[in-house]
Structures are given as structure tokens and as C-alpha cells.
């Protein structure tokens, strides 16, 4: 299992730019769809975040130049993709993709990627460790849930999820499966 | 309500701990806790002067009990805590160790720095010989509302820390000695030099703590001049003072006289403040929303 | 016989990683305000701790439930039910500290095993067995305050079983007996289940310099690229005379996996490691570490070099109170 400090990847600038272009409205539509369906399939995840369930959440990866707004709005969440670095939400967690991604994925322990300042919390910390230790349990499986989606946008989230695959050099099904058995 | 003085937290040279209660035994409280209570290496300093301070006292027509250590590790500490049983005056248990070595029957009072959060745990120690109770500081009113109505059937009397630098953590280790440099073992008694606890600041310069030895203490001194009434009316028995090295039996006359209703409401702790104008009041573990609230700011 | 790991699981998936990685047993707790990790996203439900148990049981391991809050007056029976809630998932025993609870226990769950908790903070052999004739207590988690002699000469003393911290955060302070978090945030251990809680964390990054306050009160500071640690009371940096520094603890956490021979010698049944708030991939990790140092003691094999620092709040390691120069 990687270690965190000073091997987390950043997204090369070709992403970062192809991000500062594209229309984002879509793409959020897209990741609105894809992480309703991983909470109609993980109910245990929306359960645990207890009275944060409908608490404005903003992911940073300080390596885009987006930052990712998610309220889990009860078990039918929103997410807004913006360009806009002053985004407001109760709580915001700042981090490299590679080390977002690679807490939901298991990859990281989010306590040692703090430590390290890999990652920061601004704000509402309860919100931020609820929400850490909800993913943790859910054991999401990015590559597996966005494979099974259909319709109009399914395409899009299969391409980001490859694209970040490619960019941050994690493997988004989970690592534990091959390492534990 | 009946004034307690605990026992004293801090390291006083031998003239003026003797000095302390020569003059407590002339003053308006009741019932006042003796001994060592954070470090066995100070009791060796003091400790022939113990029996001659108890008959004082007990002349004077005070109660008198002794307390217990805190934490209890040491072998030489377990042997002082066994013998304490055997040295036929009342007891306060500060540390759960004393009650292994009391007889069955024997009854016993609790102190502050044993957990009694709950009639369960109430009802337990009674059963064992608890006939007082001084809860632990950090209890809102709400439990003490609570304990108190469940030691009235029991027989027992509930005391409510009423003043002084709140014991907030006690430890294995030393930080005076950590602060000097030395080992525990070595500490050359660095707490002595700080008769009320040293200062802890935060990094900003904002008054937080008081280390003292082993023991971690509120900067604050808890202070019950706003709670009197509402103590009283839930059915507290008594208040415990926590000695200080300066203006102590002043302070107890003062409680006294606002127990007696001599005094109003805010007048014990404005005269505090201006007799001692570097500290500050707390009273928050009672009503506020955490324990260095004060409710007279 | 081998030395029994006892494993966090703040959440069922922990719970799974640490079984799959070698916990012989795994400790956990209800979600709510019974058991001292009362964290935001933490814990399990009724439901959960069966399947839990159930899991755990299949795979060979066993599972201690904490109840190891103080209960409050008025609502004891909150706890009580927790007591019951924990015999009916199959729990193999209850981590409990305080006095009434484990006599409700005694006398109301006679066949639920019982573990005295750090939060009871029994630091000598005469208060050990005094819970083990009272209570009937098989065995006991021992503060964080004793040196290796000292737990031999504990274990010399007493029939009862003891378990002693390995790994994770560090309490300075006798565990249990600590209300500086409910001082600075009206939330403490013993109350609440909660110390320095993450609601009273404020973090403020201003030009690379990053201050973690609790309650308001600053407890770090730090520069641009250093370690930060969570903003625990006892672990900050504050001013005492003409000093400024770690004055309580310094931002470490304990590893004293080195000592683990000494610990066998020492007489020590089981060795447990902090942690319900941290992650599965960590716990795995940690205990793998552990699972193979034992197995390689037990088979007499030398003790593979340490592995864990990066884990760590801040990178720095202790040994903690097991080294007498530690007070």
C-alpha cells in the first residue's frame, strides 16, 4: 500500500487544462446522476453522515481548477461542478485528486494524509471526519458503479473515471480486493 | 449549606502548610480534607506535622478527614494508602485503591477526583460506606439536580466543588519536572517554587492552565457566587473550598457570610476580582456551555 | 501461548479489514454516546454489531463491545441497554469503567464477560484484584501511566488478564480521570465519549501558516509543510514561565512495538492498538505489523523492523510511559 507523503501524484496540465474549457453544467449533471445512484446503492453511506446528511460539502482538488460542491440533500445528492476556488459549504477538504480519490477508494488513511497536509479542512471538521468515516465504511468502487450506469450519462463519468485513472496512477476498483485474499 | 475545604493540591514549604491550618481551625467552615493529594514525594515534608494540624482542627470543633492519593502506582504509595485505613480518622477516597484496603462497614467519603456520574454508582459506593459525596467538577446542574435526590434515600451527603483552580487531569507524569528538564525521579521539587500552580499559556498569550506537579488545574478559579441559591434549592450539602496560598481565610469568611445570606449575589466574586486583580472566574461545568464559562462577565 | 491482538473498528468495514489481516480479537462500539470514539460517521448500529460478530466468529476472531463512557444520572438506562444490546449480538465481552454500570453487569449479565477499560484508570495490583472480586472483571486495559517493571510486578500480583496499549494516539493523562476537554469544550471523555471534539476544531491556514484552535484556545501553530497535528488539549504547544513548547506531550504517538518481548516476559495477555477513528487501510496495515511480530516471537524468530512510522500524528514515535524516563 502506498505510503502518503511526497508520492501523491499531481493531474498533469493537459487535464487541468482541458478543465479550464469544457462546459461543466453537463459534467455536473452527470456526477449528480452517478452519485445518486451510489447512494441508492450504498444506503449505509448516507446513514452514517447522521445530521450531516444534508451538509454543503466542498471538495478541492488543488490540482483542477474546479472544486466539486456536494450536498448529499438526504440520500438524493447534488453536485456542482464550479470554477469558482471561493465556492462557499460548511465545510471544505483541499487535496490533490490523487488523494481525494484515494481516500474514498481505501488507498489512504485519511487521518495520515492530514497529518502529512496532504489534505486540509476548512470549516466544519465533524462534517469533514463524518463524511471521511462514511466513505471509509461504504467501501465504494468508483470503476464498478460507473460501469454499471446507463443512459445519456453514462459515458461521460466512464471517461472521467478512466481519465482519472490514467491521470493520478490509482487503480479506482478497490486495492484491498487483491491485497487481502 | 456547610463550607468543606479539600485537600491541598499544591507544595507549600512545612512553616506555611502548618501556618495554613493553624488558621483555618479560627475559621467559619465545617469540615476541612487533610493530607497528600498529588504527589507522594511531598509528603515526606510535612507529614509529622499532620496529627498536631488534625487536633487543632478537631479542637476547634471541625471535621476532619484524610484524603487519599490521587493515583496510586508506586509500592511505597500503595503501603501509604493501605495505612491510612489504619490511622482511625475519617477517610476521603481519591482514588479507588484507598477502598480496597478499608474494612467492609467502614464508612468513607468521595472526593472530587472519583467518577460519580450516576445514581448507579452512587447507590454502589453507599452501599459500600459512602456517607458524602463531592462530585466531580465537570457535572452540569442537571446531574447534580439528579445524584442529589438519589443520595437523599441513600443517607448521603452531596458536596459541589465551590471554589478554587479546578483539578481538571492528573498523570504519570511530572510536567514541572518535564519543564526543568528532569526526570520525575529527579525533580528536585521544582512545584514548590509555584504555591498556586504555574501559568499555561496558549501560544497567543491566553491564559488556559496551571500545571502542578502530576496535576493539570484550570487557570480559572471556579467560583459558585451565581449558583448559590440554585445549589442550595436542588439540595447540595455542602461547597468545597480548594486552599490557595493567598487571602484564603478571607474567602472563607466570605462564603460563609453569602451562605448566611450577608452578602448578595455577585459581591463575593467582585470582591475576589479586585483583590486579586491578575486571575480570572469560572463557573461554566455547572450552567455554561463548557467549564471556563463565567457567568458574571 | 501467542500474544492476543486487539484491533480498532469504528466502522463494519474496519471491522472486516482487521479480521481478514490477523486480529486475533477486535473491539468496537455502539453509536452513540456509550463508548469513548463517539465520533461523527463512527460506530455500529444493533444490526451491525450482529453481522459484526457474526462475521468475526466465522472467521476465528473474537469481539469486545466498549461501554466505556460514564453514564448519566437520569439516563442510566441507555447504557444498560447497551449492556444488553451487546450479550444479544454475541459479543464475546464488555469493555466497561464505570462502577455502577459494572455492577448492573455483574448482577444483571452474570454470563457477558467483563474487561475493566483504561477509563477506569486501575493502576496498581490492590485495585485490580479489588474489581476482580467485586465485579468479577477478567480482565484489565492498564493506564497508560506504568513502566514495563512495574506491569511485571502487576501481573505477579493478580489473576486477572492484562491488556496494554501497543500503538496509536497516547493519553498523557491517566485516562478517565481528564476534564480538560470539557473545560475548553463542554464535551469531555466521560460525558460524552468525545475528547477534543472535531465540532470545536477550528483550522485557519493564512500564508502558509496553519493555527488549529479548540474552543478558541490556540493549541498549534505551524509552519508552511510541517506535520499538523489535530489539535488534541494535551498534545498542543503553550507558554509556562520563560518556556514555550509541548509542555504535556509532545505531538507523538505510541509505538511500542519493540518492546514487545518485554511485554511477554512481562506477563501481558493482549496487546491492543488505538485507533477506531482511523481508517480500514490503516487498521489493516497496523495489523498485519502486529499479527507478524507476535507470530515470529511465538516461533522464535527475530522481530521484523518497524514499519508503521508514516501511520503516525506528526511522524514521531514514542515508547510512552512503558520507559520510566517517559515521567
Same mark, same amino acid.
Given at each position: 500500500m502506498p505510503y502518503p @507523503? $511526497? @508520492?501523491?501524484?499531481?493531474?498533469?496540465?493537459?487535464?487541468?487544462?482541458?478543465?479550464?474549457?469544457?462546459?461543466?453544467?453537463?459534467? %455536473?449533471? %452527470? /456526477?449528480?446522476v452517478f452519485s445518486r445512484k451510489i447512494a441508492r446503492n450504498n444506503p449505509g /453511506?448516507? $446513514?452514517?453522515? !447522521? +445530521?450531516? *446528511? =444534508? =451538509? *454543503?460539502?466542498? /471538495? *478541492?482538488? =488543488? *490540482?483542477?481548477?474546479?472544486?466539486?460542491?456536494? $450536498?448529499? $440533500?438526504g440520500g438524493l445528492p447534488k453536485v456542482k461542478l464550479t470554477r469558482r476556488r471561493q465556492a462557499k459549504g460548511s465545510t471544505r477538504i483541499s487535496g490533490p485528486l490523487a488523494a481525494l480519490l484515494g481516500l474514498v477508494h481505501g488507498a489512504f488513511d485519511g487521518d495520515a494524509l492530514f497529518f502529512s497536509r496532504d489534505l486540509v479542512v476548512e470549516g466544519d471538521t465533524s462534517a469533514a471526519l463524518a463524511l471521511r468515516n462514511a466513505v471509509d465504511d461504504a467501501e465504494l468502487n468508483l470503476a464498478l458503479e460507473a460501469? %454499471?450506469? %446507463? !443512459?445519456?450519462?453514462?459515458?461521460?463519468?466512464? @471517461?472521467?473515471?478512466?481519465?482519472? +485513472?490514467? @491521470?493520478t496512477g490509482l487503480c479506482l476498483t478497490r486495492p484491498e480486493d487483491a491485497a487481502l485474499w | 449549606m456547610e463550607l468543606t475545604v479539600g485537600p491541598n493540591q499544591f507544595f507549600w514549604?512545612?512553616?506555611?502548610?502548618?501556618?495554613?491550618?493553624?488558621?483555618?481551625?479560627g475559621s467559619p467552615v465545617d469540615r476541612v480534607?487533610?493530607?497528600?493529594?498529588v504527589c507522594s514525594k511531598r509528603l515526606p515534608f510535612y507529614q509529622e506535622r499532620i496529627p498536631e494540624a488534625i487536633s487543632k482542627l478537631v479542637e476547634a470543633g471541625i471535621d476532619v478527614a484524610l484524603t487519599s492519593l490521587a493515583l496510586v502506582t508506586l509500592k511505597r504509595e500503595r503501603k501509604l494508602t493501605s495505612e491510612l485505613a489504619e490511622m482511625g480518622i475519617a477517610i476521603e477516597i481519591n482514588d479507588l485503591t484507598a477502598l480496597a484496603h478499608l474494612p467492609e462497614g467502614t464508612g468513607f467519603s468521595v472526593g472530587p477526583l472519583v467518577n460519580v456520574y450516576n445514581e448507579g454508582t452512587l447507590r454502589w459506593l453507599a452501599s459500600r460506606g459512602a456517607r458524602r459525596v463531592c462530585l466531580p467538577p465537570e457535572?452540569?446542574?442537571k446531574s447534580v439536580e439528579s445524584l442529589v435526590k438519589a443520595a437523599a434515600d441513600l443517607g448521603v451527603a452531596i458536596e459541589v466543588w465551590g471554589h478554587g483552580r479546578l483539578p481538571l487531569a492528573i498523570s504519570g507524569r511530572c510536567y514541572h519536572a518535564r519543564l526543568h528538564g528532569r526526570t520525575k525521579d529527579n525533580c528536585q521539587f521544582a512545584c514548590e517554587d509555584d504555591p498556586d500552580g504555574l501559568d499555561v499559556r496558549t501560544e497567543d498569550g491566553r491564559p488556559f492552565m496551571a500545571m502542578n506537579g502530576v496535576q493539570t488545574l484550570s487557570d480559572s478559579y471556579a467560583c459558585t457566587d451565581h449558583q448559590i441559591e440554585l445549589l442550595r434549592s436542588v439540595g447540595v450539602s455542602a461547597l468545597r473550598l480548594s486552599p490557595q496560598s493567598q487571602g484564603f481565610m478571607q474567602l472563607c469568611s466570605m462564603y460563609r457570610q453569602r451562605l448566611d445570606r450577608n452578602l448578595n449575589r455577585g459581591e463575593l466574586s467582585k470582591d475576589v476580582l479586585s483583590t486579586n486583580p491578575g486571575i480570572r472566574l469560572s463557573d461554566g461545568f455547572l450552567l455554561g456551555a463548557c467549564g471556563a464559562d463565567w457567568s458574571g462577565a | 501461548m501467542v500474544m492476543e491482538i486487539v484491533c480498532p473498528a469504528g466502522t463494519p468495514a474496519a471491522l472486516r479489514a482487521a479480521v481478514k489481516a490477523g486480529a486475533h480479537t477486535v473491539y468496537c462500539g455502539f453509536n452513540d454516546e456509550t463508548n469513548a470514539r463517539n465520533f461523527p460517521g463512527l460506530n455500529f448500529d444493533r444490526a451491525e454489531m450482529r453481522a459484526g460478530v457474526d462475521f468475526a466468529h466465522a472467521h476465528g476472531s473474537k469481539v469486545l463491545v466498549a461501554i466505556n463512557t460514564f453514564p448519566r444520572a437520569g439516563d442510566e438506562a441507555i447504557w444498560h441497554r447497551a449492556v444488553s444490546a451487546a450479550e444479544a449480538s454475541g459479543a464475546d465481552a464488555v469493555i466497561l469503567a464505570d462502577l455502577g454500570l459494572l455492577d448492573y453487569a455483574a448482577r444483571n449479565h452474570p454470563g457477558l464477560r467483563r474487561h475493566l477499560s483504561v477509563q477506569a484508570a486501575a493502576a496498581n495490583a490492590d485495585v485490580i484484584n479489588f474489581y476482580a472480586d467485586t465485579f468479577g472483571v477478567k480482565r484489565v486495559v492498564l493506564p497508560r501511566v506504568l513502566? #514495563?517493571?512495574?506491569? &511485571? &510486578?502487576?501481573?505477579?500480583?493478580?489473576? #486477572?488478564?492484562?491488556? #496494554?496499549?501497543v500503538f496509536g494516539g497516547l493519553c498523557v493523562m491517566a485516562e478517565g480521570r481528564c476534564s480538560l476537554s470539557s473545560y475548553a469544550t463542554g464535551l469531555s471523555p466521560n460525558m460524552n465519549g468525545v475528547c477534543s471534539p472535531a465540532s470545536h476544531v477550528e483550522y485557519n491556514e493564512q500564508q502558509g501558516v496553519l493555527d488549529a484552535r479548540l474552543g478558541g484556545y490556540l493549541i498549534h501553530r505551524v509552519e508552511k509543510g510541517q506535520p499538523a497535528p489535530y489539535p488534541t488539549l494535551c498534545k498542543g504547544c503553550f507558554s509556562a514561565g520563560d518556556k514555550t513548547g509541548h509542555l504535556f506531550e509532545d505531538p507523538v504517538s505510541l509505538n511500542a512495538e519493540k518492546l514487545i518481548p518485554q511485554l511477554q516476559k512481562a506477563g501481558v495477555t493482549a496487546l491492543k492498538i488505538e485507533g477506531r477513528q482511523r481508517s480500514k487501510s490503516y487498521v489493516a496495515q497496523v495489523v498485519r505489523n502486529f499479527r507478524t511480530a507476535v507470530d515470529a516471537l511465538e516461533a522464535g524468530q527475530p522481530m521484523p523492523e518497524g514499519m508503521l512510522a508514516r501511520l503516525s500524528e506528526?511522524? &514521531?514515535?514514542?515508547?510512552? &510511559?512503558?520507559k520510566k524516563t517517559w515521567r
Open positions: @507523503q $511526497n @508520492q501523491i501524484p499531481l493531474c498533469p496540465a493537459p487535464l487541468a487544462a482541458a478543465l479550464r474549457v469544457i462546459p461543466l453544467a453537463p459534467l %455536473s449533471l %452527470s /456526477l449528480t /453511506l448516507i $446513514n452514517r453522515l !447522521g +445530521e450531516f *446528511d =444534508t =451538509t *454543503d460539502f466542498v /471538495l *478541492d482538488p =488543488t *490540482d483542477l481548477p474546479i472544486v466539486l460542491c456536494l $450536498n448529499p $440533500n460501469a %454499471s450506469l %446507463s !443512459g445519456p450519462f453514462a459515458r461521460p463519468i466512464q @471517461q472521467l473515471i478512466a481519465l482519472a +485513472e490514467r @491521470q | 514549604p512545612a512553616d506555611t502548610w502548618s501556618g495554613f491550618y493553624n488558621d483555618l481551625a480534607v487533610i493530607g497528600e493529594l457535572l452540569p446542574i | 513502566s #514495563v517493571p512495574e506491569i &511485571a &510486578a502487576i501481573n505477579c500480583e493478580t489473576k #486477572v488478564e492484562t491488556e #496494554v496499549f506528526g511522524q &514521531a514515535m514514542t515508547t510512552g &510511559a512503558y
